[in-house]
């Protein structure tokens, strides 16, 4: 197939027919994603960002109320991509999940737009002052947003792992190229969340909500319109297991049945198929390291119930993964901040841009998070990488855990800086007697700024970090799986925001409720400067607890089998390194 210029990883057109490498995927192919991901991030945002002032004025749902369903529904958008990973990399493939979960995304931001429009369907309005929703309107507004999580949970772990399929791996020049794929990816992410953080949250506090919505509705449907006119240019990934989950539920399950077997000293002498298999067959084989060892016994020879080192080794993956992840959640906590508290300390500033009388909104300044990331990547891609790469001979400049490692840094110095401003805030409410809950506080709105940006910086290493990391070292066969690690950090750490902010204010007040809550209705009169600084103790403890496991973690190895000149098999590291013979002892040291 190599001679007649197909592509080498055994990518098939949407038919099922092998594709030719100069004609399909690479660049070609992301072009027709990255205009879907940009109207969908510009959608998103566009509800997330504001979501919280619409709860507060026009459902009239108190401080705390607001934060938990704006998070629970944030969780929600990202822990459904668990269901739509496992459906795609089970059943249908990327492609086709993809494609029935965007028109459920399309229907939900329909809805939405229809429930911010209709009067029947929102709560009236005068001068500002809404009246109470009716249970019907609450349930329709609400049913529209868990549509648009439904939705979510079919594209978000499939479009990005669907363009990553367009470059093939055992091609030294797309292997190369697909390293840039991620930071480009999110570029274009960025650039959306920008469009909403500027333009619609304007519109929908200034000219309507069902203008602000309508908008990115229309924009959604245009960008489907524009992917599914590239599909003659896509590669599609085969399925070459029925079930990824199955497989690791049968080796955990085979490694109790043969708990009591001795492991061999050598781990050359543990199962494996013959390389021919894996040369027919197209599937990676993956190098042995000693890690979760207690797995091993589903690979010994003896055992009449036995695995592959392989299979074994993908188990190994997901459960090294599995601890990364929980590390992950703080500082998913910590950016679940921007659409909730950061955006209700901003409503208490002064809003005011010179002297016309231009109010900015609150959630507008999450733009600031998109801007310093739209400039931090190209320095990071164009500069940093080729620098650190020329240092440490790494391809990516830096491993992929010291990425996300810089990261969580960064989230924890957002922390002492929001922390900072808030003793800043408290002590110019206590000079001004601004105490009052419709107090403006003296202060610009722009003294948010550092946090923002900080929170964009770090984002290039700890986001697109977390991305690349999880589909990277994701077994074959289970890369959308793989990126739900990433979208599911999000979900839990949305969920867990909300889990604290209610039991801190559930505490604060006390058991008879006439305590001062840390995050109450008034916060000009609350302690919002305490839960920061439980936030940086969290986030400083996180990052001591991620040192230590990426110091334990072991970097998948792949090896592919190629015939060898003299007609024999021979395996060579997928990564470039050192070849060796099929019958040479695995390395089991670190990458």
Not at 117 to 128: E, F, Y
Not at 378 to 401: C, H
Request: hydrophobic share 40%; aromatic share 12%.
């Amino acid at each position: 197939m190599e001679n007649k210029g197909y592509t080498k990883d055994g990518s098939v057109d949407l038919r099922g027919r092998p594709v030719l490498a100069s004609q399909t995927g690479r660049w070609r192919a992301c072009a027709f994603l990255v205009g879907y991901e940009s109207f969908e991030r510009m959608a998103f945002y566009g509800v997330a960002s504001n979501l919280v002032v619409y709860l507060t004025t026009q459902l009239r749902e108190d401080t705390v109320s607001s934060v938990r369903n704006v998070n629970n529904w944030s969780g929600s958008v990202w822990i459904t991509p668990i269901l739509g990973a496992y459906i795609a990399d089970t059943y249908f493939g990327r492609f086709w999940t993809f494609t029935i979960s965007s028109l459920i995304y399309v229907l939900g931001m329909v809805l939405l737009t229809m429930a911010v429009s209709i009067k029947s369907l929102r709560p009236s309005c005068t001068n500002d002052i809404c009246d109470k929703a009716t249970s019907s309107q609450i349930t329709f507004f609400y049913a529209s947003l868990y549509t648009i999580a439904i939705g979510a949970g079919g594209t978000k772990p499939n479009i990005s792992t669907f363009g990553a399929d367009q470059f093939d791996d055992f091609n030294p020049h797309e292997k190369k190229l697909k390293a840039s794929f991620f930071n480009w990816w999110m570029f274009s992410s960025f650039l959306g969340g920008l469009i909403a953080t500027l333009g619609l949250v304007y519109i929908q506090e200034n000219v309507g909500w069902g203008v602000g919505y309508g908008v990115p509705t229309v924009g959604l449907v245009v960008s489907l319109l524009i992917f599914y006119v590239g599909t003659p240019n896509y590669r599609h990934k085969t399925l070459k297991t029925q079930s990824p989950t199955s497989e690791m539920a049968k080796i955990l399950k085979t490694a109790i049945a043969n708990r009591r077997c001795k492991l061999p000293e050598d781990p050359t002498e543990l199962y494996e198929l013959d390389p021919q298999h894996y040369l027919v067959t197209g599937k990676r084989r993956l190098q042995y390291d000693s890690s979760f060892r207690f797995l091993d016994r589903a690979a010994t020879k003896e055992e009449p119930n036995r695995c592959t080192v392989t299979q074994v080794q993908e188990t190994k993956l997901v459960l090294g993964m599995t601890l990364i992840w929980f590390v992950t959640l703080i500082p998913s906590t910590i950016f679940a901040q921007v659409n909730t508290l950061f955006v209700k300390q901003g409503t208490t500033l002064d809003r005011h841009l010179g002297t016309g009388g231009f109010e900015i909104p609150a959630a507008s300044l999450g733009s600031f998070i998109t801007i310093s990331m739209l400039l931090s990547v190209p320095l990071y891609d164009r500069f940093f990488v080729p620098f650190m790469r020329r240092r440490t001979g790494n391809p990516r400049g830096i491993s992929l855990l010291q990425r996300l490692g810089i990261g969580f840094a960064f989230q924890v110095l957002v922390t002492l800086v929001a922390y900072a401003f808030e003793l800043r805030r408290m002590r110019v409410i206590r000079r001004a007697g601004a105490s009052g809950p419709h107090d403006v506080v003296p202060m610009s709105i722009f003294w948010l700024l550092p946090q923002y940006a900080l929170l964009g910086v770090g984002d290039v290493f700890n986001a697109i970090g977390m991305l690349e990391f999880f589909y990277d070292q994701s077994p074959e066969g289970m890369q959308s799986l793989g990126t739900t690690f990433f979208t599911s950090s999000i979900g839990v750490g949305n969920f867990l925001n909300s889990l604290l902010v209610t039991v801190v204010d559930r505490v604060t007040r006390g058991s008879d409720g006439r305590g001062k809550s840390w995050i109450g209705n008034n916060l000009n009169d609350s302690h919002l400067d305490y839960y920061y600084a439980f936030l940086l103790f969290l986030s400083a403890v996180n990052l001591a607890v991620f040192v230590w496991l990426a110091t334990k973690y072991k970097y998948k190895k792949e090896v592919i089998i190629e015939v060898a000149a003299e007609g024999k098999a021979a395996c060579v590291q997928l990564e470039g390194k050192a070849a060796d013979t099929i019958d040479a002892p695995p390395a089991s040291d670190q990458v």
